[in-house]
């Protein structure tokens, strides 16, 4: 009799999450999927699983993983209910999973570096044996082709993702390389030499994987989820929260950044520090700023008269106890404070990250303005706490049909919405440098470095 008892209580998948209150999600430390930003966990994977876990009523947990192919063999051992594998997967070659609907579709891109010969094709790559080098990921990808093209030679690069491999490119220790269309329209802006040479075959999906199993719960949940996001553009909000300003790229732009980032910042990395410790900012956020604002120049001059680094005008520094706006160091903690004190000045119902770009945008165009949008936004049925919603009115409140109707008049929105773009870009950069040790080395400890001119609290 117990044993009956014991069979007739079988939990599904779904029920056993529930019940656990946990869902775990493996997934890839990438750009694509899920990454450490300057408000803790983000990623569009990250962001995804989040909704899910959501909407099931549980607690989200990732196990992070190497690369997209331990994902799924992490799912295939029982250790990860869910994976996010960020790459396009066939499924056929993995029988023991379930791929739920793609969310996204991404064509495989051959990258080379400026300076050297552009492939024109697969063909191409034959001529120098083992000049393509790919992540384990892609393996079975070139055992595709090479079926088509038996002369194909190509090198994997163990313990290596994507991401390693586009920095090994651009150093030159490497000829060429494959990536997924997505992760090189992240990582072009780090590497302003690589290029594209051409795309192979047709876009394939990116899509979460499953136990295949009898009971197909967690499969029907996934599903469900997916369609109703997409359904309600949620799906094409994350992509676009992570994908869309990306479109702006301008490459001169970014190698004169990276040139700056070697030449000039390292006389103000200790002062964005310092900023950073008082306000509780990243110091690569407000290094950014300074970056967008003055070019890391502390004798910067607008033409209406804001000056220094952070580019402060003459009340807002007097309002802040800066007395002398082209001292680095005062123009810095200034700054700092003027952004932090816009983020606390938003509605508390504006989450992270839009809550950043938000502020961002205030001190760029001005509270008002952004209030005036976000009333817009909702007077026409949007919602007033998504900086994608925000984004698409600022650039009218230079049309008087609409600013004529706000509070605070007229405004060159376009130029904040570009001002935000642009510093989310610098950050990224900077945070990926971070990553890769390659920042200049002039940083001090905030609390033991002194200041050449006290700063009025």
């Known amino acids: 009799m117990a044993i009956l008892a014991t ?19 493996a997934t890839p430390n990438s750009p694509t999927t899920y990454y450490l930003g ?24 990732i196990l992070e993983v190497a690369n997209g192919y ?20 066939k499924a056929g070659q993995y029988p023991h999973l379930r791929f739920a609907p793609p969310y996204q579709m991404v064509s495989r891109l051959v990258i080379y570096r400026t300076g050297e010969a552009a492939p024109a094709d697969m063909a191409d790559l034959t001529h120098d044996e083992f000049a393509l080098t790919v992540a384990p990921e892609y393996a079975p990808l070139m055992q595709r082709l090479k079926a088509a093209d038996g002369d194909l030679h190509w090198k994997v690069s163990q313990g290596s993702g994507p991401d390693d491999l ?11 390389t494959i990536v997924n269309e997505n992760e090189f329209r992240i990582s072009r802006r780090f590497y302003p030499q690589l290029r594209v040479a051409f795309k192979i075959g047709n876009p394939e999906p990116i899509a979460w994987a499953v136990a295949r199993r009898t009971d197909s719960t967690l499969y029907q949940a996934v599903t469900a989820y997916f369609a109703h996001s997409e359904a309600s553009h949620q799906v094409a909000a994350v992509l676009h929260r992570y994908y869309g300003d990306l479109d702006a790229y301008d490459q001169t732009n970014t190698q004169l950044f990276l040139n700056d980032v070697g030449s000039r910042l390292p006389d103000y990395v200790s002062s964005f520090n310092r900023a950073a410790a008082v306000t509780g900012l990243s110091w690569q956020l407000l290094a950014a700023v300074g970056y967008q604002e003055s070019h890391w120049d502390p004798g910067a001059i607008s033409p209406t ?21 082209e001292n ?25 990250p839009d809550r950043l770009w938000m502020a961002l945008a205030a001190y760029n165009v001005g509270y008002g303005h952004v209030m005036d949008a976000r009333r817009i936004v909702a007077k026409e049925g ?35 919405v570009q001002y ?21 080395a002039k940083v001090v400890d905030p609390l033991q470095a002194s200041d050449s001119q006290p700063v009025s609290q």
């Open 420 to 440: 935000v773009a642009h510093i989310k870009d610098y950050y990224h950069v900077l945070m990926w440098r971070t990553a890769q040790n390659s920042l200049p």
């Open 328 to 352: 680095p160091h005062l123009s810095i903690i200034g700054g700092a404070r003027y952004l932090a004190m816009m983020l606390r000045k938003l509605p508390a119902s504006i989450q992270d």
């Open 305 to 325: 008269g804001v000056r220094g680094i952070m580019m402060l005008t003459s009340p807002t520094a007097t309002r802040l106890g800066i007395h002398n706006r």
């Open 382 to 416: 949007g919602n007033p706490n998504s900086w994608a919603a925000v984004r698409k009115i600022l650039p009218l409140l230079n049309q008087r049909r609409y600013y004529r109707h706000t509070q605070f008049g007229y405004a060159n929105g376009m130029q904040a």
């Open 166 to 176: 586009l920095v090994a490119l651009a150093q030159g220790h490497i000829n060429y």
């Open 7 to 25: 069979c007739a209580y079988s939990p599904s998948n779904l029920s056993r999450i529930q019940r656990t209150g946990t869902l775990v999600v």
């Open 38 to 61: 300057p408000y803790g966990a983000t990623g569009p994977d990250y962001d995804l699983a989040t909704g899910l876990a959501r909407s099931l009523g549980v607690k989200l947990k």
């Open 70 to 89: 331990d994902a799924l063999e992490a799912v295939k051992q029982g250790g990860a209910d869910i994976a996010a594998p960020g790459v396009a997967v």
